[in-house]
């Protein structure tokens, strides 16, 4: 069965680090890769997706994301983060197959920015 | 464009209780999806709606729920009787195409 791996459940950085996040899936046909966003309090909204193409996607905030496909990986990465981007983040995958395309998610992982 | 609305925002019952959770997707997506999140699990799907047609209920824990979709607009999801580990937050999602979804801002519901 598809699963999808986050390599860190809580990460602690202080403003101005660099960020990464691990993601790794296990399905081996052709995906596409999402990383989700949870605010405190609010709903989760897309961050990046990686369809076809140019495997290195810039998302919203400065967030961007690797599709390496010998690695079955899709981490997220930061440059330099900010307090405002304490947030719960989630990896997920989808297999597209005859127009149905459930989305299987990691577990998240919760950032803490502190100033 | 509004976006995906759900209700209530937060439930709490008693085991044995029913609840019935409602979600309205954006405007003109036919695609809805189910999910919940279980004690800061991951999320899970449940099921996925194709206007009023069920496509894929795999998710589905067990007959205890049930999902409808009358018309192909909004959908609710009922859960009768509710069980203890029911508790988690359930969260619907829309698209139009096939591939990015929406998701609405979950209703936490708590089982007692």
């Known amino acids: 069965a598809q699963s999808v791996s986050q390599h860190n459940h809580h990460v602690i950085l202080s403003e101005a680090a660099s960020l990464e996040l691990g993601c790794n899936y296990s399905y081996g046909g052709t995906v596409n890769l999402f990383w989700y966003v949870q605010y405190p309090g609010q709903h989760l909204q897309l961050l990046l997706k990686y369809f076809s193409g140019d495997p290195l996607v810039k998302g919203i905030k400065g967030f961007e994301a690797e599709f390496i496909k010998s690695k079955f990986s899709f981490n997220l990465r930061k440059p330099s983060v900010q307090w405002s981007d304490t947030a719960e983040y989630f990896c997920a995958v989808s297999r597209f197959s005859g127009g149905y395309n459930k989305l299987i998610f990691g577990a998240g992982t919760r950032l803490a920015v502190h100033p | 464009e509004a976006g995906v609305t759900q209700f209530p925002s937060h439930s709490v019952i008693e085991k044995g209780q029913t609840v019935t959770l409602r979600c309205d997707p954006i405007?003109?997506?036919?695609?809805l999806y189910w999910y919940r999140r279980v004690m800061g699990k991951e999320i899970k799907f449940l099921l996925h709606f194709v206007k009023e047609s069920k496509q894929d209920e795999s998710g589905m824990p067990n007959n205890r729920f049930l999902a409808e979709r009358t018309g192909g607009t909004y959908s609710t999801l009922k859960v009768q009787p509710a069980e203890l580990e029911d508790s988690g937050v359930y969260f619907c999602?829309?698209?139009?195409?096939?591939?990015?979804?929406?998701f609405g801002p979950g209703t936490r519901l708590t089982v007692t």
């Open positions: 999602a829309s698209s139009r195409t096939d591939r990015e979804q929406y």
């Open positions: 405007s003109g997506h036919d695609n």
